[in-house]
Nanobody, 123 residues
Framework: QVQLVESGGGLVQAGGSLRLSCAAS????????LGWSRQPPGKEREAVAA????????YYADSVKGRFTISRDIAKNTVYLQMNSLRPEDTAVYYC????????????????WGQGTQVTVSW
């Protein structure tokens, strides 16, 4: 059973930074990518970033390119999302996701999700 546990959300001022972490367990051959999606208030969930665990290829949504960086620690089965230059429009619940690299590197939401962590960016 895939389990994803997020940490690192919080409140930050515009222009600030946060780092999210996600510890994964129970991954199988079909869940070879980890990533992050987010759901802003009143909007649909959207993919933010993803990384192929074996090779390190990445996907980023256009809205976060140049500001967010996804990385992984294979030994710890952990993925990180470093978020810089945060904007109020980045406010959302951020979910760690696991899935196939085919779908996640194409911007898909994945097959499994964590409980989510709130990120709030204020002016």
């Amino acid at each position: 059973q895939v389990q994803l546990v997020e940490s690192g959300g919080g409140l930050v001022q515009a222009g600030g930074s946060l780092r999210l972490s996600c510890a994964a367990s129970g991954l199988t051959g079909s869940t070879n990518a980890l990533g992050w999606s987010r759901q802003p208030p009143g909007k649909e969930r959207e993919a933010v970033a993803a990384i192929w665990l074996n090779i390190g290829n990445t996907y980023y949504a256009d809205s976060v390119k140049g500001r967010f960086t996804i990385s992984r620690d294979i030994a710890k089965n952990t993925v990180y999302l470093q978020m810089n230059s945060l904007r109020p429009e980045d406010t959302a619940v951020y979910y760690c996701a696991a899935g196939s690299r085919t779908t996640m590197l194409a911007g898909g939401l994945g097959y499994h999700w964590g409980q989510g962590t709130q990120v709030t960016v204020s002016w």
